[in-house]
């Protein structure tokens, strides 16, 4: 059974710093997500990765995967507030469904 | 957003009736899937779609049923709710293409009392 840990699940950030959040998964896969949630909002596509050592960068936000060592991790450089939010990553399941396995996500607040 | 709309957003209901939400799609696409979102749990899948009429059982399908006649909407039934199906229910599609990317619906909370 695929299992997809983050971490952490609350991240306090200082606006200018930068920060990473980790997403370990148990099994094989070679698709992983990001994704982002406002409070009372839907979930927000924000990467896709397809292969090992991916890489994706969009603003402040770089994401990349390591299929070896079953891990992505999502780095934010220089924090702002409008960075507050939550963050899921996803690994896609072996079956031909597309199915996805979500982390518990983690919670970043940006405080000044 | 993608097309994909879910109704009702909000709705609250007793223990003991049946509740359908409804999601909608505009995108043709071939898979469709339900999850609950809950507090510690990111999101569960609880059934998902390949086609008109063909659907399976996710990871927390128990007390819940679904069904799909149409590519462009997929029902999920709870045949009797209980407190503990209280939570956010997001639908969510995929056009099956290289990515698998999924996109979702706005959710609907549903508060069972």
């Known amino acids: 059974e695929l299992k997809v840990e983050q971490n952490p699940l609350f991240l306090s950030m200082q606006e200018g710093k930068n920060y990473t959040i980790y997403c370990n998964y148990s099994t094989t896969s070679d698709r992983l997500y990001w994704y982002r949630q406002d409070p009372g909002k839907s979930l927000e596509s924000l990467f896709v990765?397809?292969?090992?050592?991916a890489v994706k960068q969009e603003g402040r936000l770089m994401a990349s995967l390591d299929t070896k060592a079953r891990l992505s991790t999502l780095h934010i450089t220089a924090a702002v507030h409008d960075l507050s939010a939550t963050y899921f990553c996803a690994v896609k399941t072996t079956d031909s469904w597309g199915k996805l396995q979500f982390g518990a996500g983690t919670q970043v607040v940006v405080t000044p | 957003d993608a097309g994909i709309t879910q109704s009702p957003r909000h709705k609250v209901t007793e223990t003991g009736t049946p509740v359908t939400l409804r999601c909608h799609q505009t995108?043709?696409?071939?898979?469709m899937y339900w999850y609950r979102q809950d507090p510690g749990h990111g999101l569960r899948l609880i059934h998902y779609s390949y086609g008109v009429k063909d659907t399976d059982k996710g990871e927390v399908s128990d007390g819940y049923s679904v069904s799909r006649s149409k590519t462009e909407d997929f029902l999920l039934t709870l045949e009797s709710a209980t407190s503990s199906q209280t939570s956010v229910y997001f639908c969510?599609?995929?056009?099956?293409?290289?990515?698998?990317?999924?996109?979702f619906g706005p959710g609907t909370r549903l508060t069972v009392l």
């Open positions: 995108e043709n696409h071939r898979y």
């Open positions: 969510a599609i995929s056009g099956g293409l290289v990515s698998n990317e999924q996109f």
């Open positions: 990765l397809l292969s090992n050592g």
